[in-house]
């Protein structure tokens, strides 16, 4: 063989190992940038929840006057979830934690409201839950959609041979949005 034919041959190698490197990289970078997006849709949904729960507590207040422990820990939970949404160092499993823990309020709110008949026939109310259950519903897409992709993402930092530029380029596994233990439990109904 000539040196100009070797010389050809290295540079078509390097080529396709940089073109390679380039589409590993931007693959990598969109799937990023998908993971973002998924919990900005996340946070886009419990922020209208957050707003809504107001309205919601205070229809049922006009209700069940002598109910204010579900009040108080409604509001504390929506008040820890504000607080840990806004904080930057809150990671995706504490933003988790607190949403989930303002989950379980709100189904307990929901058992206290079911204890008013009048209530139930109010349509403030009535719209209100509607409302809420539109919420929880995309809420629930949202926590899949970003799970899903935060799968896709994480899998490719880890399979070969896009674990190589995952590496150089410090790529970092990103967290998946989980329940609580203390969701995954039964629930105890009392009467």
């Known amino acids: 063989m000539s040196a100009g034919l070797i010389i050809l041959i290295v540079v078509i190698v390097l080529v396709i190992l940089l073109l390679w490197g380039m589409g590993a990289y931007n693959a990598l970078v969109a799937l990023r940038n998908r993971v973002g997006n998924g919990w900005a849709q996340i946070d886009v949904q419990l922020k209208q929840r957050a707003d809504l729960i107001p309205n919601l507590v205070e229809t049922v207040k006009g ?60 349509q403030n109310f009535m719209d209100l839950q509607a409302q809420l259950s539109a ?21 490719k930092i880890e399979t070969v041979p896009s674990n190589i530029i995952a590496g150089l380029f410090r790529f970092t596994q990103a967290q998946y949005f989980q329940t609580d233990e203390a969701d995954r439990q039964v629930p105890q109904v009392k009467f």
Not at 63 to 75: G, K, P, R
Not at 135 to 155: H, P, S, W
């Open 135 to 155: 919420l929880e519903q995309k809420i629930a897409y949202a926590r899949q959609f970003y799970n899903d992709v935060v799968l896709k993402y994480n899998t």
């Open 63 to 122: 209700y069940a006057t002598h109910e204010s422990e579900v009040f108080t820990q409604v509001t504390q939970a929506r008040a820890k979830a504000l607080s840990v949404a806004g904080d930057p160092t809150a990671t995706t499993a504490d933003r988790a934690q607190a949403e989930n823990a303002l989950s379980r309020t709100l189904v307990n709110l929901q058992a206290t409201a079911e204890a008013y008949p009048q209530l139930q026939a109010n």
